[in-house]
């Protein structure tokens, strides 16, 4: 990871003395900061008052969010075909049955509980157009099941501009049943500091609030303050996606040049690249030039011969990768 803006570290520091416990709903300034980057950076607009809730890294929220509303053994969690893996832990955590689908259809008669979306996605960096939300939302609504959607990387777009659930065009407004799950891991180089957020259906939020209170989640007041200098600050998370965008424009055409087929990949901190071959043997081949990537069937059956590669690596390591690719490809 990358490090963290001095912005940020600054406000950690100034909030250091807080021996008193932290507010569970976050501070009025955290969710105000929350509310006014979301329509800044994504043009979410119209976020009701208690439509916000900080969490202790996105990752804790999606493996309890299951639990948290109740689900059990008779009910049924969509996750994504191909998924971080927590999507699938968190349902079978709270008992319930997990189906992987990324259509509709493929769940003939099936109702879920929960709709778990993830765009722009890990690993595949594949995003759902607005279209195919709108459809989602809807189907979600005529049944009154909860869609929640990851979106820690919405503001990584290379070639093409994700949209947030909670968007206009996408939700027309109203945020009735849908969850928006964002992170400061990467856009911030957070991922220490363990900040995120929950934004959209005030009742739902509610709902995550009363249980979250008894359980201890809570994060550390002074994580609260560094993430509203985050939050307040855009300067530093254009500067952390250039610094994206450059590893990309070097690791991408050099797995072309090497006989590697790159999937989707139109967002995200990942490429998803197959050879043809089974995933490990394509790991292996990658772990031979001292390049580190990960199986794609780690993320679902239908990765099987695909592997991950990540842009999180400093840009020297990048470069290094895209020498050894030239050097030895074929």
Request: charged share 20%; net charge neutral.
């Amino acid at each position: 990871m990358d490090e963290v803006a001095p912005v940020i570290r600054e406000a950690l520091l100034a909030a250091s003395a807080a021996p008193g416990y932290p507010t569970t709903a976050g501070t009025p300034r955290l969710r105000a900061s929350a509310k006014a980057a979301l329509e800044r950076r994504f043009g979410i607009t119209g976020l009701a008052d208690g439509a916000v809730l900080p969490v202790i890294g996105t990752k804790e929220l999606i493996a309890w969010l299951p639990t948290l509303l109740g689900a059990g053994s008779d009910d049924l969690v969509v996750v994504p075909e191909l998924a971080y893996p927590t999507y699938d832990v968190g349902a079978r955590l709270a008992g319930a049955k997990v189906v992987r689908a990324d259509s509709l259809t493929q769940l003939g008669p099936q109702t879920p509980v929960l709709i778990f979306l993830n765009s722009p996605s890990n690993p595949t960096g594949r995003v759902l157009g607005v279209d195919h939300l709108r459809k989602v939302v809807g189907w979600a609504r005529e049944r009154g099941v909860l869609v929640a959607s990851d979106e820690c990387y919405l503001g990584l777009g290379w070639d093409t501009a994700p949209v947030s659930v909670l968007h206009p065009s996408v939700c027309d407004g109203d945020h009735t049943g849908l969850l928006a799950v964002h992170s400061l891991s990467k856009t911030s180089s957070l991922a220490g500091y363990r900040a995120g957020f929950v934004a959209g259906d005030p009742a739902v939020v509610a709902e995550l609030l009363a249980v979250r209170k008894h359980a201890g989640m809570m994060v550390p007041t002074p994580v609260q303050a560094a993430m509203v200098a985050a939050l307040d600050d855009d300067a530093h998370a254009q500067q952390q996606r250039e610094r994206y965008a450059r590893r990309r424009d070097v690791l991408l055409p050099a797995m072309k040049a090497a006989g590697y087929t790159v999937d989707h990949s139109e967002a995200g901190l990942y490429l998803w690249a197959t050879r043809g071959e089974e995933c490990r043997a394509t790991v292996d081949r990658l772990a031979r030039l001292g390049i580190l990537a990960a199986p794609g069937e780690f993320y679902g059956p239908r990765g099987a011969q695909h592997v991950r590669l990540a842009l999180t690596a400093t840009d020297e390591r990048i470069d290094a990768a895209a020498e050894r690719l030239s050097a030895n490809h074929g």
